[in-house]
């Protein structure tokens, strides 16, 4: 299951941990996030022993969108060592995803 990532917690659980994290940033309202939403819990399954698989909700964590300038949700980050590695806004496939999760990875 993915990790709720908030505010509060994004520093410690993202930020200062060593390898690959992905971030899914949605909101309740949003259509596309609940189509995503089933594809990020799988990778969540998939590459749990390798990779943090967290989702943010943008209506209650504003700070964390602001400050990696959210402007569409959904929008995929994939993080390596802290550093932003990816940013895919929009709507996309579980093999896309997978694809570059593996190239942080290797």
Known sequence: ??????????????????????LDFWAEWCGPCRMIAP???????EYSDKVLVGKVNVDLNPEVPMKYGIRSIP?????????????Q???????????????QLS
């Open 75 to 87: 929008t995929i980050i994939i993080m390596k060592d802290g550093e932003v590695a990816h940013k």
């Open 1 to 22: 299951m993915a990790f709720e990532i908030t505010d509060s917690n994004f520093q410690q659980e993202v930020l200062d941990r060593k390898g690959v994290s992905v």
């Open 89 to 103: 806004v929009g709507y996309t496939t579980q093999a896309k995803l997978a694809e570059l999760i593996d190239s």
């Open 39 to 45: 594809i990020i819990e799988k990778l969540s399954e």
